[in-house]
T-cell receptor
Framework: GNSVTQMEGPVTLSEEAFLTINCTYTATGYPSLFWYVQYPGEGLQLLLKATKADDKGSNKGFEATYRKETTSFHLEKGSVQVSDSAVYFCALIYGGATNKLIFGTGTLLAVQP | EADIYQTPRYLVIGTGKKITLECSQTMGHDKMYWYQQDPGMELHLIHYSYGVNSTEKGDLSSESTVSRIRTEHFPLTLESARPSHTSQYLC????????????FGPGTRLTVT
């Protein structure tokens, strides 16, 4: 079946460090891929997306590239800030009648000053 | 900017009470969703709707029920709350035929004592 696996947290970094959160997926066909972010006490917000192989999604300094050969969509940021502290969810959506999002388990990122 | 609202934001209630969690969106989206988020952060789809008078159960079995009498409104009801219902409940919506982006509300954190 379709699934998303992302690295377990928490991930603790110092400000200005480089961030990578790994995400791999299993899916039939050609899913669209997403990263959502959840700040403390809030709902989820779409951070970036990619709809086909080799697409790169980017937003707020974050990037992720849709790699079909490795079935991966790793999230990266060159220099994190304290304000990036949040839970990050990798997700995919597959076609068909339901178009339901499938989420990974979430990775908590804590950035220390 | 997404316009999707959930009330109440926080609710503490005793066992056996009937409760309704409200979700409204002003974007005219056809598709709406309810997710349950456990303390470990994982998200589970419990209900979804493709339009007025359409409701379906999600991937995680839930004792809650939903209704969709108006496009903008998708309330979730628990007839008799139990401590096992303690969780965060997130509502989301999506436009028909869009690039699959779901917009999330801020969530309702429910505690059943």
């Amino acid at each position: 079946g379709n699934s998303v696996t992302q690295m377990e947290g928490p991930v603790t970094l110092s400000e200005e460090a480089f961030l990578t959160i790994n995400c791999t997926y299993t899916a039939t066909g050609y899913p669209s891929l997403f990263w959502y972010v959840q700040y403390p006490g809030e709902g989820l917000q779409l951070l970036l997306k990619a709809t086909k192989a080799d697409d790169k999604g980017s937003n707020k300094g974050f990037e992720a590239t849709y790699r079909k050969e490795t079935t991966s969509f790793h999230l990266e940021k060159g220099s994190v800030q304290v304000s990036d502290s949040a839970v990050y969810f990798c997700a995919l959506i597959y076609g068909g009648a339901t178009n339901k999002l499938i989420f990974g388990t979430g990775t908590l990122l804590a950035v220390q000053p | 900017e997404a316009d999707i609202y959930q009330t109440p934001r926080y609710l503490v209630i005793g066992t056996g009470k009937k409760i309704t969690l409200e979700c409204s969106q002003t974007m005219g989206h056809d598709k709406m969703y309810w997710y349950q988020q456990d303390p470990g952060m994982e998200l589970h789809l419990i209900h979804y709707s493709y339009g007025v008078n359409s409701t379906e159960k999600g991937d995680l079995s839930s004792e809650s029920t939903v209704s969709r009498i108006r496009t903008e409104h998708f309330p979730l009801t628990l007839e008799s709350a139990r401590p096992s219902h303690t969780s965060q409940y997130l509502c989301a919506s999506r436009e028909q035929g869009s690039s699959y982006e779901q917009y999330f509300g801020p969530g309702t954190r429910l505690t059943v004592t």
